[in-house]
């Protein structure tokens, strides 16, 4: 089964095989019970959506083509979509795992 992404507030996005196992994942994660996260949960998320990556993640043929680095907090970041990212494997994406957070 392919990973989707899901947006699970305004703060985290969560790669996983279905909407439940993604609100199961976050719960059990956050220490949130299935209503909490219910509450806050926007969905599925277009793949085509772009997130910072750091730039020591990417193979050294995906670093040359980038054309949009970003600078902060001391990082080069890229802008990659979340499809590049599950299909470059760069997380181990066996499980549910974060994909993005804006919270560092």
Same mark, same amino acid.
């Given at each position: 089964?392919?990973?989707? #992404?899901?947006?699970?507030?305004?703060?985290?996005?969560?790669?996983?095989?279905?909407?439940?196992? +993604?609100?199961?994942?976050? +719960?059990?994660?956050?220490?949130?019970?299935?209503?909490? #996260?219910?509450?806050?949960?926007?969905?599925?998320?277009?793949?085509?959506?772009?997130?910072?990556?750091?730039?020591?993640?990417?193979?050294?043929? #995906?670093?040359?083509?980038?054309?949009?680095?970003?600078?902060?907090?001391?990082? +080069?970041? +890229?802008?990659?979509?979340?499809?590049?990212?599950?299909?470059?494997?760069?997380?181990?994406?066996?499980?549910?795992? #974060?994909?993005?957070?804006?919270?560092?």
């Amino acid at each position: 089964m392919t990973m989707k #992404v899901y947006k699970m507030n305004n703060i985290e996005n969560v790669a996983a095989n279905s909407a439940e196992e +993604a609100k199961q994942f976050y +719960a059990e994660l956050c220490g949130y019970t299935y209503d909490e #996260v219910q509450e806050d949960f926007e969905g599925e998320v277009d793949l085509q959506t772009k997130m910072l990556v750091d730039v020591k993640d990417l193979p050294d043929d #995906v670093f040359i083509r980038v054309n949009n680095l970003e600078f902060k907090y001391g990082t +080069a970041w +890229a802008y990659m979509t979340f499809q590049w990212v599950l299909e470059n494997d760069l997380y181990d994406d066996s499980e549910p795992f #974060v994909i993005s957070s804006t919270e560092h």
